[in-house]
């Protein structure tokens, strides 16, 4: 079993910035890839950004340049994700979910956090 935990969202202007951190808790939770998601109203979930173990990240077209993910490994048993997300716009609004997985554990999902890009 993995717990995920997310925090920071929230309502911010055009052109702001948030950091969003979530804390994954388990067993043996290295070798894994965690990633933020998002879903807007009316539409599917799509990802933003992921990181693998080994510090590779990839980022949606959309965001690229402007989101950066982070990831500390603090232990086996815990690691921290954070997004940061600056030069936020309107269609950036959508919760945001933090995903774990690996081909050990499988797949975890958290609760969600709002972001909310409004002026």
Do not use: A, D, F, Y
């Given at each position: 079993q993995v717990q995920l935990v997310e925090s920071g969202g929230g309502l911010v202007q055009p052109g702001g910035s948030l950091r969003l951190s979530c804390v994954a808790s388990g067993r043996n939770l290295r070798s894994a890839t965690m990633a933020w998601h998002r879903q807007a109203p009316?539409?599917?979930r799509e990802l933003v950004a992921s990181v693998t173990s080994g510090g590779t990240s990839n980022y949606a077209d959309s965001v690229n340049g402007r989101f950066t993910v982070s990831r500390d490994d603090r232990d086996a048993a815990n690691i921290i994700l954070n997004l940061q997300m600056n030069n936020l716009e309107p269609e950036d609004t959508a919760v945001y979910y933090c995903r774990y997985n690996s081909r050990w554990l499988g797949d975890y999902w958290g609760q969600g956090t709002q972001?909310?890009?409004?002026?």
């Open positions: 009316g539409k599917e972001v909310t890009v409004s002026s």
